[in-house]
């Protein structure tokens, strides 16, 4: 399995009522720096500049340099440029953020749309079937996480998905489950916009492990067939010397032991016909 960040920071730009939208995704715990988009430059005496949370929140505002009470230790102006740092981003941060000057008339100068993003967690892998047509591997996979799970039937150099992904209500939208093939793998990615996770498995060993099953299966029918074999023929043996070592008279069709002899000569020759096949099986999957 492997894990790692896609990237601590990652932005989008939209337009949105005449102004550039930026959306940003942050890993949680991280901290991020929003810039102004635009040039500012601020009337003594007459302009504010106030960075505020979803339009309502104020986050810090210049002049006097400020930072309101709800983000005191977690967010700092940067006077030189009017830009914001964040930090130490947690879920509910996400939201929308403005710059705005205040002064005449109100102005953006900035806006950005941040979400915050949890690691994710770990896949697993599952593999539900094996198969070989023609010489080539077919494996059914499931890969799982996070209340959200995709099945695959993959060969070789390609998966395709098998029905619908099943996503919990909590999971509607991200993380990403995808499964491909790579390098003689099978691969389950498990991403959102800010880190990913894997668990891969060989399709060689998948085929070989399969196999190992198969004959150890094959193995078991065919030695517990052998054992019924053996009591049965141990069973005549005894019939047989406590009637003086002798078989009684066939002629007779109706004695009981004529007719018990008779089942375990059937009993013999259809489990020795399954032994047979046994044998053929094992030599076929040792090819």
Same mark, same amino acid.
């Given at each position: 399995?492997?894990?790692?960040?896609?990237q601590?920071?990652?932005?989008?730009?939209?337009?949105?009522?005449?102004?550039?939208? !930026? #959306? /940003?995704?942050?890993?949680?715990?991280?901290?991020v720096?929003?810039? &102004?988009?635009?040039?500012?430059?601020?009337? +003594?005496?007459?302009?504010?500049?106030?960075?505020?949370?979803n339009?309502?929140v104020?986050?810090?505002?210049?002049p006097?340099k400020?930072?309101?009470?709800?983000?005191r230790?977690?967010?700092?102006?940067?006077?030189?440029?009017?830009?914001?740092?964040?930090?130490?981003?947690?879920?509910?941060?996400?939201?929308?953020?403005?710059?705005?000057?205040?002064?005449?008339?109100d102005?953006?100068?900035?806006?950005?749309?941040?979400e915050?993003?949890?690691?994710?967690?770990?896949?697993?892998?599952?593999?539900?079937?094996?198969?070989?047509?023609?010489?080539?591997?077919?494996?059914?996979?499931?890969?799982?996480?996070?209340? !959200? #799970? /995709?099945?695959?039937?993959?060969?070789?150099?390609?998966?395709s998905? &098998?029905g619908?992904?099943?996503?919990?209500? +909590?999971?509607?939208?991200v993380?990403?489950?995808?499964?491909?093939?790579?390098?003689?793998?099978?691969?389950?990615?498990?991403?959102n916009?800010?880190?990913?996770?894997?668990?891969?498995?060989?399709?060689?060993?998948?085929?070989?492990?399969?196999?190992?099953?198969?004959?150890?299966?094959?193995?078991?029918?065919?030695?517990?067939?052998?054992?019924?074999?053996?009591?049965?023929?141990?069973?005549?043996?005894?019939?047989q010397?406590?009637?003086?070592?002798?078989?009684?008279?066939?002629?007779?069709?109706?004695?009981?032991?004529?007719?018990?002899?008779q089942?375990?000569?059937?009993?013999?020759?259809?489990?020795?016909?399954?032994?047979?096949?046994?044998?053929?099986?094992i030599?076929?999957?040792?090819?």
């Amino acid at each position: 399995s492997q894990f790692g960040y896609l990237q601590k920071l990652k932005m989008c730009t939209f337009s949105f009522k005449g102004f550039a939208e !930026t #959306s /940003v995704f942050v890993l949680k715990g991280q901290d991020v720096r929003l810039n &102004v988009q635009t040039n500012v430059t601020l009337k +003594e005496d007459v302009d504010v500049l106030f960075w505020k949370f979803n339009r309502s929140v104020n986050v810090v505002k210049y002049p006097p340099k400020v930072t309101f009470e709800r983000y005191r230790g977690r967010a700092e102006l940067i006077v030189g440029d009017f830009s914001l740092l964040l930090k130490n981003l947690q879920e509910e941060d996400s939201g929308l953020y403005d710059a705005v000057v205040s002064g005449n008339k109100d102005r953006n100068v900035a806006r950005y749309l941040i979400e915050v993003q949890g690691i994710v967690e770990f896949p697993v892998l599952t593999v539900d079937s094996v198969s070989s047509i023609n010489g080539t591997c077919n494996v059914t996979v499931t890969c799982r996480g996070q209340n !959200t #799970s /995709v099945t695959s039937s993959c060969n070789s150099s390609t998966c395709s998905q &098998v029905g619908r992904e099943s996503r919990g209500a +909590e999971t509607s939208t991200v993380p990403l489950l995808s499964v491909y093939v790579a390098g003689g793998s099978i691969i389950c990615n498990h991403s959102n916009q800010v880190s990913w996770a894997n668990d891969t498995k060989e399709i060689k060993i998948i085929y070989q492990e399969d196999h190992t099953y198969r004959v150890i299966l094959i193995l078991i029918v065919c030695g517990i067939a052998i054992i019924i074999i053996i009591i049965i023929i141990i069973i005549v043996l005894i019939r047989q010397k406590q009637n003086g070592g002798k078989l009684p008279n066939a002629a007779n069709k109706q004695d009981d032991f004529t007719l018990f002899t008779q089942c375990i000569q059937e009993s013999i020759q259809t489990h020795f016909l399954h032994i047979l096949l046994c044998y053929s099986l094992i030599l076929k999957c040792i090819k």
